[in-house]
T-cell receptor, first 116, second 116 residues
Framework: EPEVTQTPSHQVTQMGQEVILRCVPI?????FYWYRQILGQKVEFLVS????????KSEIFDDQFSVERPDGSNFTLKIRSTKLEDSAMYFC??????????????FGAGSRLTVL | AQTVTQSQPEMSVQEAETVTLSCTYD???????LFWYKQPPSRQMILVIR??????QNATENRFSVNFQKAAKSFSLKISDSQLGDAAMYFC?????????????FGKGTHLIIQP
């Protein structure tokens, strides 16, 4: 069964450092997403990406965040200058078409980011 | 803004018994989708079941079924004949239908424990 793969599984960084989280979506999927889950809290939508541009972003996705599809397979989330409150599990997801009753998200296993 | 509430942080059930996880949501929209996702420990979230709001019939997937009460804005998940492999975090999620809204809104999750 096709999977969304994420690297690294866990990253520890110092406050103020740049972090790049990587994702390889399912190959025939066209929509890509990042979600995050702060420990003990809800899974929150960050951003969606389609046709090489941001389709939608939440209030959380401020100027410190950026996404990119640098080649035909990877989808990255960059946090420019990490803050303590960026510590969370970050989930990548993809879908073949826009999510509906017929088209659902496939999630990766997540990248745990710890900011010290 | 839409909100999803899962009022049970943790539930426990004996193997082979039936358990119901509750979910309520708040929306002023009439066309939307609802999902239950399962997240085993250290694994990615996988879709358990989905429901389209315009469909009155409750969705069923093998041992998993929902009780969708649109007027009450309730979307509970029933797991019949519980198995040890059902142990996981279960997340209820909502998505507005149509374009312009890509993100899912999640509840905080219910930790389901299966007792042998």
């Amino acid at each position: 069964e096709p999977e969304v793969t994420q690297t690294p599984s866990h990253q520890v960084t110092q406050m103020g450092q740049e972090v790049i989280l990587r994702c390889v979506p399912i190959s025939n999927h066209l929509y890509f997403y990042w979600y995050r889950q702060i420990l003990g809290q809800k899974v929150e939508f960050l951003v969606s990406f389609y046709n090489n541009e941001i389709s939608e972003k939440s209030e959380i996705f401020d100027d410190q965040f950026s996404v990119e599809r640098p080649d035909g397979s990877n989808f990255t989330l960059k946090i420019r200058s990490t803050k303590l409150e960026d510590s969370a599990m970050y989930f990548c997801a993809s879908s073949e078409f826009r999510v509906s009753g017929a088209n659902v998200l496939t999630f990766g296993a997540g990248s745990r980011l710890t900011v010290l | 803004a839409q909100t999803v509430t899962q009022s049970q942080p943790e539930m426990s059930v004996q193997e082979a018994e039936t358990v119901t996880l509750s979910c309520t949501y708040d929306t002023s929209e009439s066309d939307y989708y609802l999902f239950w996702y399962k997240q085993p420990p250290s694994r990615q979230m996988i879709l358990v079941i989905r429901q389209e709001a315009y469909k009155q019939q409750n969705a069923t997937e093998n041992r998993f079924s929902v009780n969708f009460q649109k007027a009450a804005k309730s979307f509970s998940l029933k797991i019949s004949d519980s198995q040890l492999g059902d142990a996981a975090m279960y997340f209820c999620a909502y998505k507005l239908a149509g374009g312009g809204a890509d993100g899912l809104t999640f509840g905080k999750g219910t930790h389901l424990i299966i007792q042998p």
